[in-house]
């Protein structure tokens, strides 16, 4: 069934500050982006705020059949898999530093199914909530997203509804959300993530720091006075 819902989009509101993060599952940097995001809106206050996160697939050809993190480095990148077991041991390092859970034990596979599931999580306003809770488990290595279950799982956690979530999966319902994710980023120049947008006009690229997020979402809301 193709999926003819209106997609929907964050208009600016008077007064309220949209933050929106185009970001994917696999992504380490987006991981930690986002974790470092949260603690920029906590510090400078979360009162009028919408933080919406956005689909974005950094690798779309990748294969329905997970394949472990040295395989896919070795494949897409050419690295052997020493190199590729060290970069991931740096990233481990640098993300538990910051109180993450990382494991190299994960799997990769395509993301765009999680994607619509998050589409739908968004229209039902528990996007963030169920993103991150999928993102951090399988940095974990608690979960394998890519399996429908474990992914419902999560879902139902989250408030969503289960039969809902698997009729979703089921067929190619809000793909057509994830494509016009897909397209603004095009249009706004992004060739990787996580990139965040403030209130459609101020925009970070890459994983800042705490202080750098922090300083965009101060200068976003003094714009807005």
């Known amino acids: 069934m193709t999926d003819t819902a209106t997609v929907k989009t964050t208009a600016p509101v008077a007064g309220r500050l949209t933050v929106e993060v185009w970001t994917d599952l696999g992504c380490p940097w987006c991981y930690l982006g986002i974790h470092r995001l949260r603690h920029a809106v906590d510090r400078t206050g979360t009162a009028g ?29 050419g690295l052997p898999v020493q190199a590729a077991m060290q970069a991931e041991a740096a990233m481990r ?5 910051e109180g993450l859970p990382f494991t190299t034990d994960r799997l990769h596979a395509n993301s765009f199914d999680v994607h619509r599931v998050l589409q739908l999580a968004n229209r039902r306003d528990a996007g963030t909530v169920f993103f991150e809770t999928v993102q951090k488990r ?37 793909a057509q959300q994830v494509r016009h994710d897909e397209r603004r980023a095009r249009q706004l120049g992004v060739t990787g993530v996580p990139f965040v947008l403030l209130d459609q006009r101020f925009a970070v690229a890459g994983a800042q720091s705490i202080d750098a997020y922090a300083q965009a979402i101060t200068r976003a809301r003094e714009s807005l006075s």
């Open 49 to 77: 705020i919408t933080l919406m996160l956005r689909s974005f697939e950094l690798d779309p050809d990748a294969s329905a059949e997970p394949m472990t993190i040295p395989e896919i480095f070795t494949r897409k990148h």
């Open 93 to 97: 390092d640098r993300v538990a530093a």
């Open 138 to 174: 399988f940095f974990a290595g608690e979960i394998n997203p890519y399996d429908h279950a474990s992914l419902n799982a999560v879902a139902v956690e989250v408030g969503l509804d289960g039969d809902e979530v698997r009729t979703v999966l089921a067929g190619d319902s809000y």
